[in-house]
């Protein structure tokens, strides 16, 4: 029997659906949480700098570059976890909001920073509490914008 010419034109919804969260994911570092940390280095919140350029192990590529690949793997992370986003208490766009802040912000702090051989305790100092939930929470943000607004990115599983 004969596959029909759209079932393969067309890539599975949800191989299509990882690719547009890392496109969205790794174009929301580079906007929304690149400028959140340019923001809070700013007013004076964190030494961090956005669009940081020092090299970054094994390849040597630029921090934000780095950052934005990161960024990119979690935004599959996110689109496999949109159903949950949008029945949030507040909303698809609360819960974008929430699991940026939280869960890169988790891993970041308990898996990262000890595979680096840092301490965990100094993220709990303030001001600098306040940094990873505030840019994570931007790049949610981000990432939900950007697959709203990226032709063909829209997911069946959410409301806009």
């Given amino acids: 029997m004969r596959a029909s ?3 393969t034109a067309q890539p599975p919804v949800l ?3 990882i690719v547009f969260g890392f496109i969205a994911g790794f174009l929301a570092v580079l906007v929304f ?3 959140g940390l340019g923001i809070l280095h700013l007013i004076g ?9 020092a090299a970054v192990p094994p390849f040597g590529v630029p921090q934000f570059l780095s950052l934005a690949f990161w960024g990119g ?8 976890a949109e159903p949950w986003l949008v029945r949030s208490p507040g909303g698809y766009w609360v819960g974008a909001i929430l699991f940026g802040a939280i869960f890169p912000t988790l891993v970041a702090w ?3 920073r000890p595979l680096k051989g840092l301490l965990v305790a100094p993220v709990f100092q303030f001001p600098g509490i ?7 929470g ?3 943000l981000g990432t939900a914008v950007f697959l709203a607004v990226i032709p063909g990115a829209r997911g069946r599983a959410r409301t806009l």
Avoid: C, D, E, M
């Fill in 45 to 53: 919140i964190t030494p961090g700098t956005p669009y940081a350029t």
């Fill in 110 to 112: 308990f898996v990262v």
């Fill in 5 to 7: 010419a759209s079932a």
């Fill in 33 to 35: 949480h690149q400028i």
């Fill in 73 to 80: 793997v979690w935004g599959i992370v996110f689109v496999l």
């Fill in 130 to 136: 306040l940094v990873g939930p505030i840019v994570n």
């Fill in 138 to 140: 931007l790049w949610g």
């Fill in 15 to 17: 191989a299509k659906r």
